[in-house]
């Protein structure tokens, strides 16, 4: 069974921190994706990646950036956290180079940032 | 740009009675289309998946139909119990990144099942 870990459940920050975000994922994924879930937004792309330092800008990447140093993790970078990053974040992977295949999600994290 | 919308954005129905979710889409080249449940502090999880060269795909309860021509497609849940009661998503593929495996997520549909 995949199994997509996510380093931290809950998480408090202050504004103007740096903050850092990991994902790992077990079964040898290609693709790695940084979603955030806002009540009424559902999910928005954040960052993606389908190979080890490769990334692409979703639909929402203002004030994030990823880095991808091994294929199994992947980590959301909120460079200067502001009270509007306030979200629950989710982390997913799918197998690639094959597309149209199913995501598979972390349990998430949810920051708050004051 | 690729849009997928959803609706309705919350349902409420008597157990055992019958649940549609509608989503439309924008990418005439979509050709994946999953829907996940999140159940309240859980992750998203699929349920079930089309693909675009079928019309109709059942799972015990669970049934999704997709419409290409139309653009739209809908999940219908039957005889519906308390434990459906969760948050819905649909996705469709995008075809702007073919091999990254890119999805467009619905805005979530709140399924209450009323004992």
């Known amino acids: 069974d995949v199994k997509v870990t996510q380093s931290s459940r809950y998480l408090v920050k202050r504004t103007g921190e740096k903050v850092f975000l990991e994902c790992v994922q077990d079964?040898?994924?290609?693709?790695m994706f940084w979603y955030r879930q806002d009540p009424g937004l559902g999910l928005r792309l954040i960052y993606f990646s389908y190979d080890v330092k490769m990334k692409e800008k979703g639909d929402i990447p203002e004030g994030y950036s990823v880095s991808r140093e091994k294929k199994e993790r992947f980590s959301l970078i909120l460079e200067s956290a502001s009270t509007n990053q306030t979200s629950m974040y989710l982390c997913?992977?799918?197998?690639?180079?094959?597309?149209?295949?199913?995501?598979?999600f972390g349990d998430g994290t949810r920051l708050s940032i004051l | 740009g690729e849009n997928v919308e959803q609706h309705p954005s919350t349902l409420s129905v008597q157990e055992g009675d019958s649940a549609v979710i509608k989503c439309t889409y924008s990418d005439s080249a979509s050709n994946y289309f999953p829907w996940y449940k999140q159940e309240l502090g859980k992750r998203p999880q699929l349920i079930i998946d089309?693909?675009?060269?079928?019309g109709e795909k059942k799972d015990q309860r669970i049934a999704v139909t997709l419409n290409k021509t139309a653009k739209h497609f809908s999940l219908h849940i039957t005889e519906t119990q308390p434990e459906d009661s969760a948050v819905y998503f649909c996705?469709?593929?995008?075809?702007?990144?073919?091999?990254?495996?890119?999805?467009?997520f619905g805005q979530g549909t709140t399924l209450q099942v009323k004992p």
């Open positions: 089309i693909r675009s060269n079928v």
């Open positions: 996705a469709a593929s995008s075809s702007g990144s073919s091999n990254t495996g890119k999805l467009i």
């Open positions: 079964m040898d994924h290609e693709n």
């Open positions: 997913a992977s799918s197998p690639g180079p094959l597309f149209n295949q199913p995501q598979h």
